[in-house]
């Protein structure tokens, strides 16, 4: 997510001359009016020091009064409604966002947004920890055939989560309690750095949002991982094949905000390593109902990413509540899940891509959600909850794209 507010009106710095034109006679006298006027002309760009030009830092550590680099890119060639839109709507919760990568077939090309930030390099060199029986592994089937509903199989961790923890606001999840959670990772002046969260859903398949992939980086998988700074037995990491964004992503409504991600290999399953289960089709949550969200993610609006996976508690909020007007209103639609809201627990940057963890009467945990985008006034707005793509939506189409 990334965040900021309404831009400062515009300050003075320093004297006013007022204009000289010939005949003196003609002159503008020089009263505060006229040098209030004067600004006006100077400063055509809200926010900023008058006659000094626009440059933005870091778009997740700038000043409260500037506007982030995120909605001057999108906005950029679009109507006046549409960027009042983006500054009082949410924004994509990647620690980048930008266009669709190579290996994606699309009907158009959304557009480019910033570039990612500089995070801490995270280490190489994959180990593996102990494998599960060839049974629970073969029950994977065929590349793309998902796992059905046993022991062993999807959605059922062998490290138990604590769910009494509580991401922003939340707790250190314990660690490999939430074994199908993936760091989807980008080369950057040979290092590998944490962009965005995602899901194995698969032996060989990622889910994870559109908006964190870009066709100018090279990726990697992190699976099996608690701390993401150290190297840790039971992780291993995976190249990536290709990637199929949604072909009807639609960047600026966030609209259509999944992606599948083919690893180069199958991984092998481990007490680390597991696969979460897929909702049934067209499968909606009551409102209030408990779901966690993980992910490295800021830990605070503009704080530090983590090192450990956090998670928190989301109850969902249902689409009758989440579309009101002091909510998110038409911003939501029915293809997505709102959770959280509650000014608390949320969210943030670097969340993007990673899952909405709902655990069935079954006992098995299904991935209900993506971390699509969140409020532009903080991660932990009241009112603005976590807004996810619903997985139900689009059960269909990942069929279809893992089949191919």
């Given at each position: 997510?990334?965040v ?14 007022p ?18 006027r004067?600004v006006?002309r ?10 000094e030009?626009?440059h ?42 930008a ?5 994606v077939?699309?009907?158009?090309e ?16 994959p ?18 055939n ?32 939430w ?5 989807l ?14 899901t ?18 090279t ?6 991982k608690?701390?993401l ?13 290709s ?8 960047s600026?409504?966030v ?17 680390t390593?597991q ?12 409102q ?13 609006t ?24 002091d909510?998110?209103?038409t ?20 969340d993007?891509?990673?899952?909405l963890?709902?655990?069935a ?17 903080g991660?932990?707005?009241v ?13 269909d189409?990942?069929?279809e794209?893992t089949?191919?």
């Amino acid at each position: 997510m990334n965040v900021g507010l309404k831009p400062s009106e515009c300050k003075r710095h320093g004297p006013t001359v007022p204009r000289q034109d010939p005949p003196p006679q003609q002159q503008e006298p020089d009263n505060s009016t006229d040098s209030s006027r004067h600004v006006r002309r100077a400063c055509r760009t809200p926010g900023t020091p008058c006659g000094e030009r626009r440059h933005h830092s870091n778009p997740l550590s700038r000043r409260k009064a500037q506007k982030p680099r995120e909605v001057e890119s999108l906005t950029r060639g679009h109507t006046a409604r549409k960027r009042r839109l983006l500054r009082e709507y949410g924004q994509p919760w990647a620690r980048h966002a930008a266009a669709p990568p190579q290996h994606v077939t699309q009907t158009r090309e959304p557009a480019l947004l910033p570039r990612p930030t500089a995070g801490a390099a995270l280490p190489p060199g994959p180990r593996r920890g102990r494998p599960q029986s060839k049974d629970a592994v073969s029950a994977l089937g065929a590349a793309g055939n998902f796992p059905p509903r046993k022991a062993s199989s999807c959605g059922v961790p062998i490290f138990q989560p604590n769910l009494s923890a509580r991401v922003v606001g939340g707790d250190n999840a314990r660690p490999h309690s939430w074994p199908w959670q993936i760091s989807l990772q980008y080369l950057s002046n040979g290092s590998w750095r944490h962009t965005c969260g995602g899901t194995l859903i698969a032996d060989n398949y990622v889910l994870t949002a559109a908006h964190c992939i870009s066709n100018t980086l090279t990726y990697r998988v992190a699976l099996g991982k608690n701390n993401l700074v150290e190297d840790e037995e039971g992780s291993v990491f995976a190249n990536v094949d290709s990637i199929v964004v949604h072909e009807k992503w639609n960047s600026f409504l966030v609209r259509n905000d999944i992606a599948l991600i083919k690893l180069a290999e199958p991984v092998q399953l481990s007490d680390t390593i597991q696969v979460a289960c897929l909702p049934e089709a067209g499968s909606l949550l009551p409102q209030d109902y408990p779901c966690y969200v993980t992910g490295w993610g800021r830990l605070w609006t503009n704080g530090p990413i983590a090192d450990e996976l956090q998670q928190g508690l989301q109850p969902v909020v249902d689409h009758a509540t989440c579309t009101q007007r002091d909510w998110w209103g038409t911003m939501v639609r029915d293809t997505m899940v709102c959770a959280g809201g509650d000014g608390i627990i949320s969210s943030c940057n670097g969340d993007s891509g990673g899952p909405l963890n709902c655990q069935a009467e079954s006992g098995f945990w299904e991935v209900q959600g993506i971390v699509s985008f969140g409020s532009s006034l903080g991660c932990n707005t009241v009112k603005k909850p976590t807004v996810f793509t619903r997985v139900s939506s689009y059960i269909d189409w990942i069929k279809e794209k893992t089949q191919q």
